[in-house]
């Protein structure tokens, strides 16, 4: 007998298919995500880092699949990602081309944008609350969330 409320092993969530070109579906995918115009129209985000996917996991957004290069999904992120989410491998030099200049993420998601909150909420809220204007280098805001934490 399974407990319906365990997470299935994380092979099971895992795509058989490794993302080994840019012409792979989720390559070009992701490379829409990389440019800021094509992310608004999709309505997607990119989260980079364990700890960054775990708290956005905890803060309610949804997660649709995680990407690795490199690296074993860290415990926390496969205790922490919903049974739905699909887990792909992504070559290193796929990787490498994905991302360019910047550095290569080795753990990454694609996620849906959460839905902002209506300035009238702010006078409610019992949480703290970071205001982020004019970010020029996504990494900056992960170093931001981290040190706000």
């Known amino acids: 007998m399974t407990n319906s409320t365990t997470s299935p092993p994380l ?4 795509d058989s298919s490794p993302v080994d070109s840019l012409l792979h579906p989720q390559a070009v995918l992701l490379r829409r995500l990389l440019t800021p115009s094509e992310r608004r ?3 997607l985000i990119l989260v980079d880092d364990s700890e960054n996917i775990v708290q956005a996991i905890r803060a309610g957004v949804t997660i649709r699949s995680v990407f690795h290069c490199d690296t074993a999904l860290s415990a926390d992120v496969q205790q922490t990602l919903p049974p739905t989410v699909t887990i792909y491998t992504v070559l290193r030099r796929t990787c490498k081309k994905l991302f360019a200049n910047e550095k290569t993420s080795r753990i990454f998601a694609i996620a849906e944008k959460p839905s902002p909150h209506p300035l009238a909420m702010l006078p409610t809220t019992r949480r703290d609350i970071v205001v982020l204007d004019g970010i020029g280098i996504a990494g900056n805001i992960g170093a931001i969330i981290r040190t706000a934490s």
């Open 11 to 14: 092979a099971a969530r895992r």
């Open 41 to 43: 129209e999709i309505g």
